[in-house]
């Protein structure tokens, strides 16, 4: 069966430094993968997703990034971190092929920038 | 492009009592739809999805969803709840016609049974 693993679950990081959050899937080949953020009280909102190796679609200008270099593996980083990337990140994903499937969500990592 | 709107951002509801939570969504193409529910600091999981076919659709702990294309609704009910129902919900669209899996969800509702 597919798992998706995604850590840490929660980080409190000091303004200006650096962000690395690493999620990974098991069981399957291929997957979209997703970073979704969710703000105190707000909905969710897609950051990036990724169809493939090297392949990143960003959906929202901000200071994060992504990168998916292996093929179950994305990260989501920043060099410098406002207060304002504060939030809950969750990765997901999909099956790379077939369309009519639901995502797959991670445990979370809750983020605070203090 | 897609958008979605939860009516209400919270649902107080006492144990062994009806709800329903409503969910609109806009769209110029096909849609798949879906409910998530959320526990506190935790991920998604999916509660149900409507893809095609029968427009209710019922979870196995009791939750239905009803599609109404004229009325472009996925209102999500229960008939009585419990404690443990007390989360988030969050309704969330699809393109049929995509590739990428992409969501778009609405706001969230959290739902807070009362014993």
């Known amino acids: 069966s597919q798992t998706i693993h995604q850590w840490p679950a929660t980080l409190v990081q000091p303004v200006g430094s650096p962000l690395s959050l690493e999620c990974t899937v098991e069981?399957?080949?291929?997957?979209?993968l997703y970073w979704y953020r969710q703000a105190a009280g707000r909905g969710l909102q897609l950051l990036f997703y990724?169809?493939?190796?090297?392949?990143i679609s960003s959906e929202v200008p901000q200071n994060l990034s992504a990168s998916r270099p292996q093929d179950r593996q994305f990260i989501l980083s920043s060099k410098k971190l406002l207060l304002s990337d504060s939030g809950f990140y969750l990765c997901?994903?999909?099956?790379?092929?077939?369309?009519?499937?639901?995502?797959?969500f991670g445990q979370g990592t809750r983020l605070t920038v203090v | 492009a897609q958008s979605v709107t939860q009516l209400d951002s919270q649902v107080p509801v006492f144990e062994e009592a009806p709800v329903e939570l409503r969910c609109n969504y806009s769209?110029?193409?096909?849609?798949?739809l879906f409910w998530y529910v959320q526990y506190p600091n935790q991920g998604l999981q999916l509660l149900l999805k409507?893809?095609?076919?029968?427009?209710l659709v019922k979870s196995i702990n009791g939750f239905e969803a009803e599609f109404n294309k004229s009325q472009t609704s996925f209102h999500l009910r229960k008939p009585s709840v419990h404690i443990s129902d007390t989360a988030e919900y969050f309704c969330?669209?699809?393109?049929?016609?995509?590739?990428?899996?992409?969501?778009?969800f609405g706001q969230g509702t959290t739902l807070q049974v009362k014993p």
């Open positions: 069981g399957t080949s291929n997957p979209n």
């Open positions: 769209s110029s193409v096909s849609v798949y």
């Open positions: 969330a669209v699809r393109p049929a016609s995509s590739n990428t899996g992409k969501l778009i």
């Open positions: 990724s169809v493939g190796i090297g392949q």
């Open positions: 409507y893809l095609s076919g029968s427009t």
């Open positions: 997901a994903w999909t099956p790379g092929t077939g369309f009519n499937t639901e995502a797959f």
